[in-house]
């Protein structure tokens, strides 16, 4: 490990003093990305506020063999925010042969995708998981993975690579991947980080400083689709596809939950990736929607969101279903055939949107201006108060935004969208 970290020393006096890096210095630039775990407050990579270029350029015409698209590392949400750049993509290029590198979430969202050619093996996924739960990673083993990945991506010569992450190691992964052209963030020759495309990637890299958040009226989806589409020619159409064994496991759970097409099907999603954005009373919420719609009502969640869902299961009573071991696709699948699905500003949001359902999404410290629900039918209960801090902690708990959102508000939401469904005998 001491003899790794005086590489990377060397490497950040190199970067500091403008000199030009090898390519073996970006592969350890990578792996230092994935193995440091301050990433913006790192003083090696502390870039998000200032230090990064701009290099104007205009999009490759039509004609482009092969494109690549990083979208990683990706939560939940923004795997699924990029299906409508993904569309749009495919409409420019229709001829172009288009990979995906992303996360397991955005290999199984996007498994079968008629805008996707090639999913790109991602050996790096299982480090970013040792690094996040404190584990030892062996640099040796890292830079292995690494070089072999770069020399998969090289052999491909990509005509172009799009970046749709604000990260270093995406950035990092950019510089690797050759490609002729790039679109979003990569590193230029002396490992400084720079934006290339039109004016939207500089746009979507500043809206995420909080700097620049209140001044944003773009939803991330469409500054995804302006980045390769400035004069929106394209009509984004995303889908996805759902695998027959999803569909049938997910059938077969509501047959034994006994859930027909003869009640409304209520989806409910409480947790969230962070507990600031939490809304406390889906238990609640949960019982009224059974006891005054007759309406069957799910929570989901995780596998390591079970004790949690447990919980809220065990507090609205009777005859509400907890579904926590679902895997993802099977997740899509059962979202699919729920009538209406609420929920907080998290992954399953999105996925309920791309999915095209009926969408109540519950928002409090973050802005659904820029990262609310899309596309499909939806809306939007936020308190007033203390909105849009964008903490990570709620300073101010007897003020609780959140909290200031009523069971009853939302019952009534509810209420009218399930009055409007004509499926139901």
Not at 48 to 66: D, E, F, I, Q, T
Not at 279 to 307: C, Y
Not at 363 to 385: K, N
Request: some cysteine.
């Amino acid at each position: 490990m001491t003899g790794f970290q005086e590489s990377i020393s060397r490497i950040h006096c190199k970067r500091r003093s403008f000199q030009d890096l090898t390519r073996d210095e970006f592969a350890l630039l990578l792996a230092d990305t994935i193995m440091e775990k301050g990433l913006f407050s790192s003083p090696n990579w502390n870039w998000r506020y200032g230090g990064v270029r701009y290099v104007p350029r205009p999009l490759p015409p039509a004609g482009l063999n092969k494109i690549l698209v990083l979208q990683w590392p990706g939560s939940l949400g923004d795997v699924c925010m990029a299906a409508p750049f993904l569309s749009v993509l495919r409409q420019r290029y229709p001829g172009a042969e288009i990979s995906f590198f992303s996360s397991r979430a955005g290999r199984e969202v996007f498994s079968g995708s008629q805008d996707i050619d090639v999913v790109v093996p991602n050996p790096l996924d299982t480090y970013l998981d040792r690094m996040l739960s404190g584990q030892e990673i062996p640099p040796e083993d890292l830079l292995k993975d690494i070089g072999g990945l770069a020399s998969r991506l090289t052999a491909e010569k990509y005509d172009l690579a799009v970046n749709l992450q604000v990260l270093p190691m995406s950035a990092a992964l950019a510089r690797l991947s050759g490609a002729r052209e790039a679109v979003g963030m990569t590193l230029s020759g002396d490992g400084m980080p720079a934006i290339c495309g039109n004016v939207w990637g500089p746009y979507l890299f500043g809206v995420s400083a909080s700097l620049m958040r209140p001044f944003n009226p773009l939803h991330r989806t469409e500054i995804f689709r302006l980045m390769v589409d400035e004069e929106e020619n394209s009509i984004p159409r995303p889908a996805v596809a759902i695998s027959a064994d999803a569909v049938r496991a997910v059938q077969e759970f509501l047959d034994r939950e006994g859930i027909g097409d003869h009640e409304p099907l209520v989806g409910l999603n409480p947790m969230s990736g962070t507990p600031i954005r939490q809304w406390p009373h889906f238990d609640r919420l949960a019982g009224m929607l059974r006891d005054n719609l007759g309406a069957r009502v799910m929570i989901f969640g995780s596998k390591t969101e079970d004790q949690e869902v447990e919980a809220i299961v065990s507090r609205a009573g009777k005859g509400i279903i907890k579904a926590t071991h679902f895997i993802l696709q099977e997740f899509m699948a059962a979202i699919s055939g729920c009538d209406l699905f609420i929920t907080n500003d998290t992954g399953p949001m999105h996925l309920a949107c791309l999915m095209g359902r009926k969408v109540i999404a519950l928002f409090g410290p973050t802005d659904f201006r820029e990262v609310g629900p899309w596309q499909s039918e939806f809306h939007v209960l936020q308190s007033s108060g203390c909105r849009n801090c964008f903490r990570q902690k709620c300073t101010r708990p007897a003020e609780y935004c959140m909290n200031r959102i009523t069971a009853k508000e939302v019952y009534a939401l509810a209420e009218s969208e399930l009055s409007e469904a004509s499926t139901f005998t």
